[in-house]
């Protein structure tokens, strides 16, 4: 499987590492493993949906209903 680092996931998704880092250590990452000091994420992983947005609360909110 290949992997990406916190900056290459960062430039990807569009947030700054140390978003990356907290979605990692919370695990809302599928995959992510953590190597010494540093996360790999897997090369597909989709980003984590950002609760404390509009679209983010809505898409949360449907993805409640649909469990």
Not at 27 to 43: E, H, N, Q, V, Y
């Amino acid at each position: 499987m290949d992997y990406m680092t916190l900056k290459e996931a960062s430039e990807i998704w569009g947030v700054t590492p140390r978003w990356i880092n907290y979605y990692c250590s919370s695990g809302r990452i599928l995959g992510a493993i953590k190597m010494g000091t540093i996360w790999l994420i897997p090369k597909n992983a989709e980003k984590p949906i950002d609760g404390r947005t509009k679209q983010g609360r809505k898409l949360k909110n449907a993805e409640d209903t649909l469990c």
